[in-house]
T-cell receptor
Framework: AQKITQTQPGMFVQEKEAVTLDCTYD???????LFWYKQPSSGEMIFLIY??????QNATEGRYSLNFQKARKSANLVISASQLGDSAMYFC??????????????FGKGTHLIIQP | EADIYQTPRYLVIGTGKKITLECSQT?????MYWYQQDPGMELHLIHY???????EKGDLSSESTVSRIRTEHFPLTLESARPSHTSQYLCASMAVGGLYGYTFGSGTRLTVV
């Protein structure tokens, strides 16, 4: 079974500072994908970044980067130069790419990020 | 611009009523999913489908049912709503062979009184 752990229920960060959101995972699957989603108060899920377990380099997408440490089973999200609009819930998720199971995403409990001016 | 649509956006309904939450996508995706999210909590997979006439139960047991008669349409039904069904329901889709291209709808916030 897969499990995602996000240990920061909430974070307050000053605008323009960098933010690191923690995520650790547990899986016995050799091939998997790791995701980060942003969920504003309106409720929709916004895809931010993806990292495959066999990708050699850490993923980056604009201000978002994923600090992937496979041996530690961690996939932390780094947001550089935070903005007020970054305030939202952030979910780490994973998917088994080995072909077994339900093929959906397993989510962590999320981190509520609040950017302060 | 969303290519997956969920209706209604909000629904308040009385106990015992039958409800259907609609989910439609225009991308021709074969894979579709329903997730349930209680307020302030994580999402849990409750149903998924790999194509027409294919439906499977997800990781979280749910009293709801789904159908997939057309590729673009994946409705979720509760035969008799209860307050414990109060939650947000999110629909998603992905093309076969896709690795990370999940597209989510905006969700339906259901309140059963």
């Amino acid at each position: 079974a897969q499990k995602i752990t996000q240990t920061q229920p909430g974070m307050f960060v000053q605008e323009k500072e960098a933010v690191t959101l923690d995520c650790t995972y547990d899986t016995s699957d050799p091939s998997y994908g790791l995701f980060w989603y942003k969920q504003p108060s309106s409720g929709e899920m916004i895809f931010l970044i993806y990292q495959g377990s066999y990708d050699q380099q850490n993923a980056t997408e604009g201000r978002y980067s994923l600090n992937f440490q496979k041996a530690r089973k961690s996939a932390n999200l780094v947001i550089s130069a935070s903005q007020l609009g970054d305030s939202a819930m952030y979910f780490c998720a994973m998917r088994d790419l080995s072909g077994g199971g339900a093929d959906g995403l397993t989510f962590g409990k999320g981190t509520h990020l609040i950017i302060q001016p | 611009e969303a290519d997956i649509y969920q209706t209604p956006r909000y629904l308040v309904i009385g106990t015992g009523k039958k409800i259907t939450l609609e989910c439609s996508q225009t991308m021709g995706h074969d894979k579709m999913y329903w997730y349930q999210q209680d307020p302030g909590m994580e999402l849990h997979l409750i149903h998924y489908s790999y194509g027409v006439n294919s439906t499977e139960k997800g990781d979280l047991s749910s009293e709801s049912t789904v159908s997939r008669i057309r590729t673009e349409h994946f409705p979720l039904t509760l035969e008799s709503a209860r307050p414990s069904h109060t939650s947000q329901y999110l629909c998603a889709s992905m093309a076969v062979g896709g690795l990370y291209g999940y597209t989510f709808g905006s969700g339906t916030r259901l309140t059963v009184v």
